[in-house]
């Protein structure tokens, strides 16, 4: 089973060498869906004059090599082609899709391996909204490679060293390791780190106290080495209680934060002094990767090593790229970071190259993530200005799903799993619907409605298309057809499902989640005109058409949890 738009323009270039000549087999065939037909191709438009030729020429002569198409294929306007497949050639492909366990959908020849770092938190203060996202998108983009084959080596950059961690660990000490881990477990990180730099700036022995305690933490003193794991490690385990509620792939072996480079940035200064790559200015190691200005117009540094010493986010970064390159063996990387960073990453990117260090056959990029916003158009935070702490929103989505679904007459254990699930469901989903660059609104009426394009809308579809079963008292595996095609919204549905291949395809190698959101919905609203004008158990129903409606419904059922899944997207059985 092969997407339609993809099997078209195979055929439409075949259909280009067999016309005119070999060197044109590689034109874009243009295909587009068409309100005029399944499909149009605009290649005709863009041939022509390459050809010198009329495009209503170019077109017919397409047209004559496509007569044994399964389907029909008409001239219209200047020279569009417009293309309306069989009913027996998309019956035929969807019976094939649906025997298929993996839907028809392929694997990426040849495999890559590519890193995805995204959360990042840092590990000295709470976890906000501002971390939703990466989250989110980061996590959606590893299902999405990982379906399609690809080996995906998460990484969580966390923010874990630095001259932070000298005051956190003497606040710890001061308010004793068991109060502290209680603190952390309990995500008041946020206090924690207040507590701890009023102190800095208000007492100056805390403060030498912090500095030597910096010393002893970069030379790796053991003891202090020690009480550093004990703040991670319960900083990591209130983490681990949001990614749990979030229902995110990331683990604990995932996680490669700043500290993890640190015996790795003298080496990385050395080398890319040696080989001229960084140089002295004003006292700081800096690399000046060419076409980057500021608004001085003077050539824009890359500061490896400040003027003190210090290393900086670059120098991490560039030893971060080094070690995924000829340690981990990627083909890709992607950082999944807010868009304010664009940027850093740019001018790191180039600085690697300019170091040999990302060499062309491994692609860098950044997955830019626009901002979360209020109803008010601003950044969103809480009414005294605060960022708001990601649990905190994340129980609110819980709650109001909880109330949304309390008059549905389930027992208290079935409510609260299906209000989590709707919960998460519909924060997850009203971000990765939206282009990742996009800024957008975080409004709770709107993304836990049950009408639209939302999570509790799909889910609802899957768990309508589960009751269809239930009432027939049929198991879906069981629904097997064979399919046939004769009312225009049997057509339209079948036509839908067999799309998925492509999109799963354009999601994952463009980064853009928001495709597969985009083709679910639409999958779900042309669910919906089927079930409206097509019955299924209704008395009357002839047994062939019971039999190919119900294995619709189980194709659709497939196609709508594997996309939910591949999202991140829970999806309960009943609603």
């Given at each position: 089973m092969t997407d339609p738009q993809i099997v078209l323009s195979e055929r439409v270039q075949q259909a280009l060498a067999h016309a005119f000549?070999?060197?044109?087999?590689?034109?874009?065939?243009?295909?587009?869906?068409?309100?005029?037909?399944?499909?149009?191709?605009?290649?005709?438009?863009?041939?022509?004059?390459?050809?010198?030729?009329?495009?209503?020429?170019?077109?017919?002569?397409?047209?004559t090599e496509l007569s044994d198409f399964p389907g029909t294929v008409e001239v219209s306007g200047p020279g569009f082609l417009n293309i309306t497949l069989d009913d027996s050639w998309i019956a035929a492909e969807a019976q094939q899709m649906l025997a298929d366990p993996r839907l028809g959908v392929g694997t990426i020849t040849p495999s890559q391996t590519v890193v995805i770092?995204?959360?990042?938190?840092?590990?000295?203060?709470?976890?906000?909204?501002?971390?939703?996202r990466t989250t989110i998108v980061g996590d959606a983009l590893a299902r999405l490679h990982e379906h399609l084959g690809n080996t995906v080596v998460r990484q969580n950059h966390l923010g874990d060293w630095g001259t932070p961690f000298g005051m956190l660990i003497e606040h710890l000490l001061d308010?004793?390791?068991?109060?502290?881990?209680?603190?952390?477990?309990?995500?008041?990180?946020?206090?924690?780190?207040?507590?701890?730099?009023?102190?800095?700036d208000g007492d100056e022995a805390f403060k030498l106290r912090a500095r030597v305690r910096v010393t002893t933490l970069q030379s790796g003193d053991p003891e202090t080495l020690r009480l550093?794991?004990?703040?991670?490690?319960?900083?990591?385990?209130?983490?681990?209680?949001?990614?749990?509620?979030?229902?995110?792939?990331?683990?604990?072996?995932?996680?490669?934060?700043?500290?993890?480079?640190?015996?790795?940035?003298?080496?990385?200064?050395?080398?890319?002094?040696?080989?001229?790559?960084?140089?002295?200015?004003?006292?700081?190691?800096?690399?000046?990767?060419?076409?980057?200005?500021?608004?001085?117009?003077?050539?824009?540094?890359?500061?490896?090593?400040?003027?003190?010493?210090?290393?900086?986010?670059?120098?991490?970064?560039?030893?971060?790229?080094?070690?995924?390159?000829?340690?981990?063996?990627?083909?890709?990387?992607?950082?999944?970071?807010?868009?304010?960073?664009?940027?850093?990453f740019r001018m790191v990117f180039a600085a690697a190259r300019m170091a040999s260090w990302l060499p062309d056959s491994v692609s860098a990029e950044h997955v830019q993530i626009g901002m979360m916003l209020g109803k008010d158009g601003r950044r969103f935070k809480t009414r005294s200005g605060e960022s708001t702490k990601l649990m905190d929103l994340l129980q609110e989505a819980i709650d109001r799903a909880m109330a949304a679904i309390a008059d549905r007459g389930y027992d208290e254990a079935t409510t609260r799993e299906i209000a989590h699930a709707v919960g998460m469901g519909a924060v997850k989903y009203a971000d990765l619907s939206v282009s990742h660059d996009s800024e957008y609104v975080l409004d709770f009426d709107r993304m836990l409605a049950f009408t639209g394009n939302t999570a509790p809308y799909l889910q609802y579809a899957q768990a309508r298309i589960r009751s269809i079963f239930r009432?027939?008292?049929?198991?879906?595996?069981?629904?097997?057809?064979?399919?046939?095609?004769?009312?225009?919204?049997?057509?339209?549905?079948?036509?839908?499902?067999?799309?998925?291949?492509?999109?799963?395809?354009?999601?994952?190698?463009?980064?853009?989640?928001?495709?597969?959101?985009?083709?679910?919905?639409?999958?779900?609203?042309?669910?919906?005109?089927?079930?409206?004008?097509?019955?299924?158990?209704?008395?009357?129903?002839?047994?062939?058409?019971?039999?190919?409606?119900?294995?619709?419904?189980?194709?659709?059922?497939?196609?709508?949890?594997?996309?939910?899944?591949l999202l991140g997207v829970p999806v309960p059985e009943r609603m």
């Amino acid at each position: 089973m092969t997407d339609p738009q993809i099997v078209l323009s195979e055929r439409v270039q075949q259909a280009l060498a067999h016309a005119f000549g070999p060197e044109h087999a590689d034109a874009d065939p243009l295909i587009r869906p068409s309100q005029f037909a399944d499909f149009q191709a605009n290649v005709a438009m863009s041939l022509a004059k390459r050809l010198r030729r009329a495009p209503r020429e170019v077109a017919e002569a397409i047209k004559t090599e496509l007569s044994d198409f399964p389907g029909t294929v008409e001239v219209s306007g200047p020279g569009f082609l417009n293309i309306t497949l069989d009913d027996s050639w998309i019956a035929a492909e969807a019976q094939q899709m649906l025997a298929d366990p993996r839907l028809g959908v392929g694997t990426i020849t040849p495999s890559q391996t590519v890193v995805i770092d995204y959360s990042a938190p840092n590990a000295a203060k709470e976890m906000h909204v501002g971390h939703l996202r990466t989250t989110i998108v980061g996590d959606a983009l590893a299902r999405l490679h990982e379906h399609l084959g690809n080996t995906v080596v998460r990484q969580n950059h966390l923010g874990d060293w630095g001259t932070p961690f000298g005051m956190l660990i003497e606040h710890l000490l001061d308010i004793g390791e068991e109060a502290a881990v209680g603190q952390l477990e309990a995500g008041m990180g946020t206090e924690f780190y207040q507590a701890a730099r009023v102190k800095f700036d208000g007492d100056e022995a805390f403060k030498l106290r912090a500095r030597v305690r910096v010393t002893t933490l970069q030379s790796g003193d053991p003891e202090t080495l020690r009480l550093w794991h004990v703040f991670m490690d319960a900083t990591v385990r209130y983490f681990n209680k949001i990614y749990g509620l979030l229902g995110v792939t990331l683990t604990d072996a995932d996680i490669a934060g700043e500290s993890m480079y640190n015996s790795m940035l003298q080496k990385t200064c050395d080398d890319l002094e040696t080989s001229g790559t960084a140089v002295l200015s004003e006292g700081a190691l800096c690399v000046f990767p060419p076409g980057f200005t500021g608004s001085d117009d003077k050539p824009l540094p890359l500061i490896i090593r400040k003027s003190d010493g210090g290393y900086g986010y670059a120098t991490t970064d560039m030893a971060a790229i080094r070690y995924r390159v000829h340690d981990l063996k990627v083909d890709r990387i992607l950082y999944v970071v807010g868009s304010e960073q664009a940027l850093h990453f740019r001018m790191v990117f180039a600085a690697a190259r300019m170091a040999s260090w990302l060499p062309d056959s491994v692609s860098a990029e950044h997955v830019q993530i626009g901002m979360m916003l209020g109803k008010d158009g601003r950044r969103f935070k809480t009414r005294s200005g605060e960022s708001t702490k990601l649990m905190d929103l994340l129980q609110e989505a819980i709650d109001r799903a909880m109330a949304a679904i309390a008059d549905r007459g389930y027992d208290e254990a079935t409510t609260r799993e299906i209000a989590h699930a709707v919960g998460m469901g519909a924060v997850k989903y009203a971000d990765l619907s939206v282009s990742h660059d996009s800024e957008y609104v975080l409004d709770f009426d709107r993304m836990l409605a049950f009408t639209g394009n939302t999570a509790p809308y799909l889910q609802y579809a899957q768990a309508r298309i589960r009751s269809i079963f239930r009432r027939g008292e049929v198991d879906p595996a069981s629904a097997t057809g064979p399919i046939r095609l004769g009312e225009p919204a049997e057509r339209a549905l079948a036509l839908q499902l067999l799309g998925l291949g492509a999109v799963l395809e354009h999601a994952t190698a463009a980064s853009e989640p928001h495709r597969l959101c985009a083709y679910i919905y639409a999958t779900a609203t042309a669910f919906t005109d089927f079930f409206e004008q097509c019955p299924v158990l209704k008395e009357g129903v002839d047994p062939d058409t019971r039999a190919s409606r119900l294995a619709l419904c189980a194709l659709t059922l497939r196609v709508l949890e594997t996309g939910l899944d591949l999202l991140g997207v829970p999806v309960p059985e009943r609603m």
